[in-house]
């Protein structure tokens, strides 16, 4: 038998090893319920959106959204944007932008043909779409003095002489 004195170092050891295994076994139990791509991935995969009812749309687009938000950023670039975005055809506009919304404030963004170029390419690719954006802003820009001229001055106040 232990002596007195040794029991309340026991009773100590004892404590502080279940303690440990509550701590381990919890630890475990939130890893099982964490949420990765792979399931955003196999949620969307299951789901037939184009064929439910409006509330069962709204319930479904609801689940993806909680599980992007609840991913982390690397882990949201590895959800598949063919997957993700198969329903895009038979979502309605308001549909659509409820989830952009739901997800936008996640960090969630598909990447782009950009984002996978060595950098020499990216580089080039990018100059070439600022090229395409400053041609088109100049080509509205020269739009708008066209229409402007062509119709009546009076009106607008440079026009009036000082």
Partial sequence: MLTQRYRPVLQAALALAGIW????????LALRFETTAA?????????????LTHAE??????????MINELSVEEQQQVSPKTMFQWHDAMTDRELAQFR????????KL???IDRLPPEQKEKA????????RAA?????????GAANTGTNATHPAAQPE
């Fill in 137 to 145: 802003r100049a080509q509205a820009l020269s739009a708008d003095d």
């Fill in 57 to 66: 749309k709204e319930k479904v687009l609801h689940r993806p959204e909680v």
């Fill in 39 to 51: 399931e955003v991935n196999a949620y969307a995969d299951s789901v037939d959106f184009a064929h």
């Fill in 111 to 113: 990447p782009n043909e």
């Fill in 126 to 133: 990018l100059d070439a779409r600022l090229e395409k954006l």
């Fill in 21 to 28: 295994l509550l701590a381990v076994a919890g630890y475990q």
């Fill in 101 to 108: 919304a739901a997800t936008a404030d996640s960090g969630f």
